[in-house]
């Protein structure tokens, strides 16, 4: 067998077979907990649904969501859509849910805030953002303060299109896939950036790989070494 290629008799129905004695079942369950409608574990991530399944592509016109996801022969994901909580992690997940009493509606917001959720201790303050094309404002709650107020927040100078966040020796880190060519003198490509969350001053860590402008990149983490490893969809070699 020449290296890195799979065997000639390894056929369609043989990779099949493979696939669905590996499916996850059942792929959602109740879990528990102290609220009214209970929260849904997500056993092993839903990692091998049973075939077919679907879910319709993003295109801006449907309210789309993971539940919605059609897994015709796995009925229990039917119960992912109602959920008011999915859990991935049943241990962890579960530990947080049943310390909490009660739960409120806060705020509604477009599908499009979702991501790069970055919460900064020292200010009770909780980042995140609109995933949409050249989104320069971001999202800020202050959770000292109440009620609590859903404001917009802009770098200096802005970073575009954040859909990665964390946080890590004292700044907010954001992978960000947005970018200008020349908006009022100002060019930005996608890359990682450094916020400081006392100042709002940003600065670019990262934008290119050898000489390639980044394409997208998409969720981020810094290991105790300072080392950040991130995501950029289509930067293959």
């Given at each position: 067998m020449a290296s890195g290629k799979l065997p000639a008799l390894l056929t369609a129905a043989t990779l099949l077979t493979m696939t669905s004695s590996q499916v996850v079942s059942p792929l959602a369950e109740p879990c528990g907990s102290p609220?009214?409608?209970g929260a849904v574990c997500i056993n092993h991530y839903s990692s091998v649904m049973p075939l077919p399944f679907f879910r319709q592509p993003l295109n801006g016109s449907v309210d789309d969501t993971y539940g919605s996801t059609s897994v015709p022969n796995d009925p229990s994901f039917a119960i992912v859509?109602?959920?008011?909580?999915?859990?991935?992690?049943?241990?962890?997940?579960?530990?947080?849910?049943?310390?909490?009493?009660?739960?409120?509606?806060?705020f509604k917001v477009p599908l499009t805030t979702h991501e790069a959720p970055v919460y900064v201790a020292k200010q009770n303050k909780l980042y995140l953002s609109e995933l949409?094309?050249?989104?320069?404002?971001?999202?800020?709650?202050?959770?000292?303060?109440?009620?609590?107020?859903?404001q917009?927040?802009?770098?200096?100078?802005?970073?575009?299109g954040v859909n990665g966040g964390t946080?890590?020796?004292?700044?907010?880190?954001?992978?960000?896939?947005?970018?200008?060519?020349?908006?009022?003198?100002?060019?930005?490509?996608?890359?990682?950036?450094?916020?400081?969350p006392d100042t709002n001053k940003?600065?670019?860590?990262?934008n290119n790989y050898f000489g390639w402008y980044l394409n997208s990149p998409d969720d981020l983490f810094v290991d105790p070494?300072?080392?950040?490893?991130?995501t950029d969809p289509g930067l293959c070699f």
């Open positions: 609220f009214p409608n859509d109602d959920a008011p909580f999915l859990v991935f992690d049943r241990q962890r997940g579960m530990e947080i849910l049943n310390s909490i009493s009660s739960n409120e509606f806060i949409a094309p050249n989104v320069t404002n971001q999202l800020v709650i202050d959770l000292g303060k109440q009620p609590f107020t859903l917009n927040f802009t770098s200096d100078p802005p970073v575009y946080f890590a020796n004292g700044s907010i880190y954001w992978a960000a896939g947005g970018g200008t060519s020349g908006i009022n003198g100002f060019r930005r490509r996608p890359g990682i950036f450094k916020v400081d940003s600065e670019a860590v990262l070494s300072g080392d950040i490893w991130f």
